[in-house]
């Protein structure tokens, strides 16, 4: 309809740049409403952090727009069409969202939007997922042959989008709509979380760039040292466009940007993955695990609540699980070890664990977070060999050789000097659990359950 407004509907692309759906509305002609719609499905299983997170980046994207983003509250398949009726508008545009709740909630609201046009583009990946394949067609299960696949087939320049791309409408324009409410305050929420925003992610990134690219490579499994970009939030929620990323690690070389690079890429593996498997959020992609023996009952349930705690008696184990509760994140090498401990020591189902994470992470991505998960636990994709038993003890010592990591977030060990710090049991500290269970012992109880299965 020519003249009528579009409609731009924000949900994990909560950034103005780099944005493909802002084109296609400008396409469709000058005047566009920002919406955003709070889904209870998706709020609900949402630790405080997290949400807290995301309020804040609604409310930096709000302020962008010059206070103009309507929000409201509601199933998306009612209210989005009933804003479009409001506006008068002539067709809704999305980035396309491509995990399983996503898929189908846009289907459902497609329909219900009836004359008015559902436009997808782009989408939260550097390669959109399905477009990477073998010769033959069929999915990769296998990460290093996707990874050159996936750098061979590349991926456009980022988008020339910015605030100015569209008129922001009034949202007190529309007739008859669902009611706009304000972003919700934050709930209340202890930990420490990175500044929200589009902005903030740039800022974020440029210091990464002249700093810790450089010994990235060294650094990014080193969980006491600032290593990694900590990017994962801002991506998460769209704050930036991972080609964004791309196109400033195309101007640098060197081993930074190039192992910086796949890390990039496994975030598209395994949105490729689930996007082929959409059943693997909540089901082994490998049904031999489905065999597997849990353990269950109330010293099960004791053990879980001590992980959650972090209060294991393993000090790399516990140092994670409370930078998880005091930050909303974990380091990747240490998200390895306590998943690893959660499946093989604990023998507890990963899909608790990984929804324990769900809850507390604020980069928590359906796609990577249960692959990540389903990996450690060996019943994913391209997964460790089901004999690898991390060892925490050795691993922390391996990674955090200083114990710096550890006396952050364990107070009880502040005062264990060096590596020491990852055996306190030889002069174990006041207030600071013993080991729940005997790595040795739960190590061969592990290896039997998974031989058992593997035969
Ligand atoms: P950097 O080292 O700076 O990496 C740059 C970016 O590459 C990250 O921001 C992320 O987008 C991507 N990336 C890096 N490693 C991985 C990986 N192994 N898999 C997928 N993407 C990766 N990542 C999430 O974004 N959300 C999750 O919910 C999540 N859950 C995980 C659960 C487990 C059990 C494991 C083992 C890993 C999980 N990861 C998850 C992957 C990884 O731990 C985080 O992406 C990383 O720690 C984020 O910190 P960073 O931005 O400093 O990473």
């Known amino acids: 309809m020519a003249d009528s407004p579009s409609v731009v509907w924000f949900r994990r692309d909560l950034r103005?740049?780099?944005?493909?759906a802002l084109l296609t509305a400008a396409d469709r002609g000058p005047?566009?409403?920002a919406l955003f719609v709070l889904d209870d499905a998706l709020r609900a299983p949402s630790g405080a952090a997290r949400l807290a997170f995301m309020y804040r980046c609604l409310r930096a994207l709000d302020s962008q727009l010059g206070g103009r983003l309507l929000v409201v509250r509601g199933k998306p398949e009612e209210v989005v069409p009933r804003v479009a009726a409001a506006?008068?508008?002539?067709?809704?545009?999305?980035?396309?969202?491509c995990g399983p709740y996503g898929r189908g909630r846009d289907e459902r609201v497609e329909k219900a939007l009836g004359d008015v046009e559902f436009v997808r583009s782009g989408s939260p990946y550097a390669v959109t997922p399905g477009r990477v394949t073998k010769e033959d067609g069929e999915p990769f299960k296998v990460f290093t042959p996707f990874s050159r696949v996936w750098a061979r087939h590349g991926w456009r320049e980022p988008a020339d989008t910015s605030v100015s791309t569209?008129?922001?409408?009034?949202?007190?324009?529309g007739t008859?709509?669902?009611e706009a409410i304000r972003v919700p305050d934050d709930p209340r929420c202890d930990a420490s979380l990175p500044e929200a925003g589009e902005e903030a992610a740039l800022e974020h990134w440029e210091s990464f760039l002249e700093g810790p690219l450089h010994n990235y490579k060294r650094d990014r499994d080193k969980p006491g040292r600032d290593g990694t970009s900590r990017m994962s939030a801002y991506l998460r929620w769209g704050c930036v466009h991972p080609r964004t990323l791309l196109a400033d690690l195309a101007e640098r070389?060197?081993?930074g940007p190039d192992t910086y690079r796949t890390e990039l890429a496994w975030r598209d593996f395994y949105a490729d993955v689930l996007w082929h498997r959409p059943e693997t959020a909540r089901r082994n992609h490998n049904p031999?695990?489905?065999?597997?023996?849990y353990d269950?009952?109330?010293?099960?349930?004791d053990r879980f609540t001590a992980w959650c705690k972090g209060e294991t008696g393993f000090p790399i184990v516990d140092a994670g699980m409370r930078q998880l509760l005091a930050e909303g994140w974990m380091h990747n090498r240490v998200r390895m070890i306590v998943a690893s401990f959660f499946a093989k020591d604990l023998h507890l189902p990963w899909w608790l664990g990984a929804r324990h994470f769900m809850t507390h992470l604020v980069d928590g991505d359906l796609a990577s977070n249960q692959h990540g998960w389903q990996w450690t636990a060996g019943s994913g994709t391209d997964a460790a060999p089901y004999f690898r038993v991390f060892n925490p003890v050795t691993q922390g010592e391996k990674f955090d050789p200083e114990g710096d990591y550890v006396r952050r977030y364990v107070p009880e060990l502040a005062g264990v000097p060096g590596k020491k710090v990852h055996q306190p049991q030889d002069q174990p500290p006041k207030g600071y659990p013993a080991p729940i269970v005997d790595h040795a012992h739960e190590r061969q109880v592990a290896l039997n359950r998974y031989g058992r299965i593997k035969a």
């Open 16 to 20: 103005l740049g780099d944005h493909p």
């Open 31 to 33: 005047r566009a409403v």
């Open 87 to 97: 506006f008068g508008a002539g067709s809704v545009h999305v980035s396309t969202d």
């Open 166 to 173: 569209v008129e922001w409408m009034d949202p007190a324009a």
């Open 176 to 178: 008859g709509g669902p």
């Open 253 to 255: 070389s060197g081993d």
């Open 288 to 293: 031999r695990f489905d065999q597997i023996q």
């Open 296 to 301: 269950t009952g109330p010293d099960a349930d």
